[in-house]
């Protein structure tokens, strides 16, 4: 409120009485101790009384409504109304004209995930959703972002110093070797792939900075064939575990770290890949 950036949706009030001129374009109330409620707003008003700022907001009145009336609008607003979905504010991102380091971070995982959606040689062709809530086997944009934007962050992301193209292949390699290495919990004959859930996608961006500088300091490369030729070395790791540890970022990390602690016992000690091309 300070910085003169109030939220831009209306405060709904409740008058026991008012006035609408004739032509509708004035209301007025008595100017008395509570001429009436506010039934959506109190926190905001509550802003703008501390930040003592001078701003202008819009208004939506009832005038005589009964108190069970305030009291369902106030349960239809905090309860049954229906946020937009995150993805949009995601979609939406490369419209803003000046952005945040997270919100640049954001729009490039946003675009990664849009190609990598579209890519009919791609491991994520057709299982992102960008708008729409996820079917099964599909992870949502919010997600895909969520657990990619501090991997390519400016300055201080894993994967910041390559390009988009890079980027891009780095995540479509990453996955089509666990395709390929282990077929069977990619493409499980019943169910949906643990690596196209919530929990499965986090472990596996979790673990993938480790398994990445192993791969690149082992074989000076990230191709698809250079990460399967590690990835066999841990071909008894039982993915089925994880179907069954429920949810969360907590159980997300230890399953990220389950993964990346078996990868790292059985392949040389990681000793870092720095450069800013990539034999992908």
Same mark, same amino acid.
């Given at each position: 409120?300070?910085?003169?950036?109030?939220?831009?949706?209306?405060?709904?009030?409740?008058?026991?009485?008012?006035?609408?001129?004739?032509?509708?374009?004035?209301?007025?109330?008595?100017?008395? =101790?509570?001429?009436?409620?506010?039934?959506?707003?109190?926190?905001?008003?509550?802003?703008?009384?501390?930040?003592?700022?001078?701003?202008?907001?819009? *208004?939506?009145?009832?005038?005589?409504?009964?108190?069970?009336k305030q009291i369902e609008q106030f349960v239809k607003i905090n309860k049954e109304? =229906?946020?937009?979905?995150?993805?949009?504010?995601?979609?939406?991102?490369?419209?803003?004209?000046?952005?945040?380091?997270?919100?640049?971070?954001?729009?490039?995982?946003?675009?990664?995930?849009?190609?990598?959606?579209?890519?009919?040689?791609?491991? *994520?062709?057709?299982?992102?959703?960008?708008?729409?809530?996820?079917?099964?086997?599909?992870?949502?944009?919010?997600?895909?972002?969520?657990?990619?934007?501090?991997?390519?962050?400016?300055?201080?992301?894993?994967?910041?110093?390559?390009?988009?193209?890079?980027?891009?292949?780095?995540?479509?390699?990453?996955?089509?070797?666990?395709?390929?290495?282990?077929?069977?919990?990619?493409?499980?004959?019943?169910?949906?792939?643990? +690596?196209?859930?919530?929990?499965? +996608?986090?472990?596996?961006?979790?673990?993938?900075?480790?398994?990445?500088?192993?791969?690149?300091?082992?074989?000076?490369?990230? =191709?698809?064939?250079?990460?399967?030729?590690?990835?066999?070395?841990?071909?008894?790791?039982? *993915?089925?575990?994880?179907?069954?540890?429920?949810?969360?970022?907590?159980?997300?990390?230890?399953?990220?770290?389950?993964?990346?602690?078996?990868?790292?016992?059985?392949?040389?000690?990681?000793?870092?890949?720095?450069?800013?091309?990539?034999?992908?």
């Open positions: 409120m300070r910085a003169g950036n109030p939220i831009p949706t209306s405060i709904l009030l409740a008058f026991d009485e008012g006035k609408i001129s004739k032509d509708g374009q004035k209301l007025t109330v008595p100017r008395k =101790k509570n001429a009436g409620w506010v039934i959506d707003g109190q926190h905001r008003l509550a802003g703008i009384h501390e930040s003592r700022t001078n701003i202008n907001l819009s *208004f939506v009145a009832f005038i005589s409504l009964p108190v069970e109304a =229906k946020n937009v979905p995150t993805s949009l504010y995601l979609d939406l991102l490369k419209h803003l004209p000046v952005k945040t380091e997270p919100e640049q971070a954001k729009e490039r995982a946003t675009d990664i995930a849009r190609t990598l959606l579209k890519d009919e040689e791609s491991p *994520f062709f057709g299982k992102i959703s960008i708008l729409a809530a996820p079917k099964p086997g599909q992870l949502s944009l919010t997600n895909f972002v969520r657990k990619v934007a501090p991997l390519i962050a400016q300055n201080k992301g894993k994967f910041h110093v390559y390009s988009a193209t890079e980027q891009i292949g780095i995540f479509a390699n990453y996955y089509h070797a666990f395709e390929h290495a282990f077929p069977d919990a990619y493409e499980p004959k019943e169910g949906t792939s643990i +690596f196209f859930k919530t929990l499965g +996608f986090g472990a596996l961006m979790n673990a993938l900075p480790t398994i990445f500088d192993l791969t690149l300091k082992i074989h000076k490369g990230f =191709k698809v064939e250079h990460i399967v030729d590690l990835l066999k070395k841990i071909d008894d790791f039982n *993915f089925e575990n994880w179907q069954s540890m429920g949810t969360g970022s907590e159980i997300e990390n230890m399953a990220g770290d389950d993964l990346r602690e078996k990868f790292r016992e059985r392949v040389e000690e990681a000793t870092g890949g720095e450069g800013k091309t990539l034999d992908l």
